[in-house]
């Protein structure tokens, strides 16, 4: 076994062929080697640090090493051998530190993936447990136990305990020696293909299979109710506001948003991004979490998606719970702002009137719920404190969820760490509620903005006199508690709004000519994403294939008929295809 390095000439197959063979391995390790390379080096990675502290940083950094080591320990050696044809491999501590290597990298990778797949299977399946939280917030623990379990496999080899590393195939590779006929052989091949191959197959192929059934349990059981929660967890990372419920999600509680405002995304409020948020628009989010430089936001005043609807009502001063929903916890804290529209009512909040009105969390002086670390993928319950001093019959309620897990330095202390930095994933859930000044509960929603289905071109003639005008002054009254010191000593306050236009003349008139147009599509046609009005039973082609509506919907971008948008479309071959078989 200890032969010269230079000794041994291949001679079992013709040197051209080994050569051949050689620059094949060669440059599928270089690519890897590249791919990684670039993906250390994009802004991607630099801008963010992303693998570094991101809850599945672990799992990528390790696979990177493994992957790297392998390459670096194989590829000189497959170099020399392939210009000078001498079976390097053939020297005994460069078989046995190769083939460690190799072996040792092929098992973590195999415990990786496993491990990827049964989080995944827990994450979307399981009820929140210890066992969700230990493969979520404890990953970097799993990876350390994946290496380890490794290396107890691998390192005794190296000194013939149980089996040892000998040269295979045509020399490019050491690995186990299967052909030992020793019994201490025998059980440790036996056990590393039980323990090392099946088990995690096994593991794996259970996970996914799961996993897949289960989607497409779903996508036949759309309307049953059951499958709203796995549908939100399996399509959608990360979270949003349950309640009030948001804009975004209000379709899954209501089912008055369902036709007009069923948006799949709703979990993925995330301003665009990270790298989109801080490096195209300088940290700043819409107030419901779509991109701020998005030109019609969705849900927004104006917007396809707004409809104005009162989802919850409070009384002025209160207690109130706040249910926000986590699929994936990034750590971080939460924020909750309040502004109130009554003064403008044609017009929607923005951060400036949002920030006037920091809500305090109960039980403390503090804005920010910073125990999100300390649950899982699950509800979270944080009991939020009302202001005195706001009644309102329209007010937006906005969550905010600054994550914690991109890597930064405080500009203040200058210390880095997780989630120190500006540039953090950013989160946003806005919805409408209203506060009630003497605590009578309200039953009925309030429609602030009444929404339309059609697309309409209206055209109005107005002839008005200037003679004479009419002013109409609005005084609202209100009670503030005069118990409170930052009050006057006055209990009462009122403000005073008043609008002035011309009147009509008695002897002219007033017309008005509307015309609504709605556009939808007639027969099979192509899928547009421009505000169409579908309905039950119409048919699209897209991307090949045909589609059926199953529920009337208004189309916009990113509403492309497929598995994300079941509620609405339904592929034809799949109806075909069922009749058929009848």
């Known amino acids: 076994m200890n032969t010269s390095l230079n000794s041994i000439v291949i001679t079992t197959i013709h040197c051209s062929l080994y050569r051949f063979l050689g620059f094949i391995l060669l440059i599928a390790s270089c690519t ?17 640090k992303h693998f570094t502290i991101n809850r599945s940083s672990p799992v990528i950094s390790g696979m990177l090493f493994s992957s790297t080591l392998v390459i670096f320990t194989t590829v000189p050696f497959v170099i020399m051998q392939c210009f000078t044809c001498q079976a390097y491999f053939s020297h005994e501590i460069i078989c046995k530190m190769h083939g460690f290597v190799c072996f040792c990298a092929g098992l973590f990778n195999m415990y990786i993936v496993a491990l990827l797949s049964f989080s995944r299977y827990l994450s979307i399946l399981h009820k929140p447990s210890w066992l969700n939280r230990l493969f979520e917030q404890r990953c970097d623990l799993n990876v350390l136990c ?3 379990l490794a290396i107890c496999w691998t390192f005794p080899p190296i000194f013939g305990i149980g089996n040892e590393y000998v040269r295979e195939g045509v020399g490019f590779y050491c690995s186990l020696n299967w052909k030992n006929p020793s019994i201490y052989s025998r059980i440790y091949l036996i056990s590393v293909i039980f323990f090392n191959y099946f088990m995690p197959l096994i593991l794996l192929v259970y996970s996914n299979l799961r996993v897949y059934f289960t989607l497409h349990h779903l996508l036949k059981s759309s309307k049953s109710p059951k499958y709203i929660r796995l549908s939100k967890t399996f399509i959608y990372g990360h979270g949003y506001l349950f309640e009030p419920v948001a804009r975004s999600s209000a379709w899954l509680v209501d089912s008055s948003f369902r036709q007009c405002c069923t948006w799949p995304n709703h979990m993925e409020m995330f301003c665009g991004g990270l790298g989109h948020q801080w490096n195209v628009n300088d ?5 419901c979490g779509e991109p701020y430089d998005k030109k ?3 849900f927004e005043k104006g917007g396809a998606m707004y409809k104005g609807t009162i989802v919850k009502t409070y009384t002025q001063g209160e207690q109130i719970d706040v249910k926000v929903m986590l699929t994936a916890n990034h750590k971080g804290y939460f924020e909750f702002r309040l502004c109130n529209l009554d003064a403008s009512p044609l017009a929607d909040a923005n951060q400036e009137c949002l920030d006037r ?4 969390i109960a039980g403390t002086n503090s804005t920010k719920f910073r125990d999100v670390n300390k649950y899982g993928s699950e509800m979270i319950t944080v009991h939020v404190q009302l202001p005195l001093d706001v009644a309102c019959q329209h007010c937006v309620f906005q969550w905010k969820y600054t994550a914690g897990n991109s890597w930064g330095t405080d500009p203040t202390t200058g210390q880095s760490g997780a989630g120190l930095g500006r540039e953090n994933e950013t989160f946003m859930g806005c919805s409408d509620i209203a506060i009630l000044s003497d605590g009578s509960p309200t039953d009925p929603p309030i429609v602030i903005v009444p929404t339309t289905s059609t697309i309409r071109t209206t055209s109005t003639t107005t002839k008005i006199s200037t003679t004479t005008s009419t002013v109409i002054t609005s005084t609202h009254h209100w009670t503030r508690p005069s118990t409170t010191s930052q009050w006057s000593t006055s209990s009462t306050a009122s403000s005073t709004i008043t609008w002035t236009w011309p009147s009509l003349s008695t002897h002219e008139s007033l017309s008005s000519t509307t015309t609504t147009t709605t556009r939808r599509p007639l027969g099979l046609t192509t899928w547009s994403s421009d505000f169409f009005e579908y309905q039950i039973g119409d048919e699209v082609m897209y991307d090949g294939m045909k589609y059926r509506c199953v529920a009337p919907h208004r189309s916009y971008p990113g509403a492309e008929p497929g598995i994300l948008t079941w509620a609405w479309w339904k592929p034809i071959q799949e109806e075909e295809e069922k009749s058929t078989e009848k």
């Open 32 to 48: 890897n080697l590249f791919i990684t390379f670039r993906y250390l080096t994009s802004r991607y990675f630099t801008k963010t």
């Open 146 to 148: 994946c290496a380890l």
């Open 283 to 287: 940290g700043k989010c819409s107030i």
């Open 296 to 298: 019609v936001k969705l």
């Open 357 to 360: 009105h920091q809500l305090i």
